[in-house]
């Protein structure tokens, strides 16, 4: 498969921070299953994602796209911002 084929992953999180200069961390959320007891249990992961414009607030709901390297911890692009906070 060639590399304009690949299909990159994309993830839907919240604002946590946007104190860096282009650069926001989005906390991403899932629930997941416990393999012994069975109930679900809700994990979490911070991305630092890469907002050209800035355009970015506490709190809101964003979808961000996997992209090659752009610094030691962004890796991340923002696609689109679904839910803007008030």
């Given at each position: 498969m060639s590399a304009e084929g690949k299909v990159k992953r994309s993830l839907t999180g919240t604002v946590v921070s946007n104190k860096g200069e282009k650069t926001v961390v989005v906390e991403v959320t899932r629930k997941v299953r416990h393999r012994i007891y069975k109930k679900y249990i809700?994990?979490?992961k911070?991305?630092?994602?890469?907002d050209e414009a800035n355009t970015c607030n506490i709190g809101d709901i964003v979808k961000i796209v996997?992209?090659?390297?752009?610094?030691?911890?962004?890796t991340w692009v923002l696609d689109t911002v679904i839910e803007k906070t008030k």
């Open positions: 809700t994990k979490s911070k991305f630092h994602a890469h996997e992209s090659k390297p752009i610094s030691k911890l962004k």
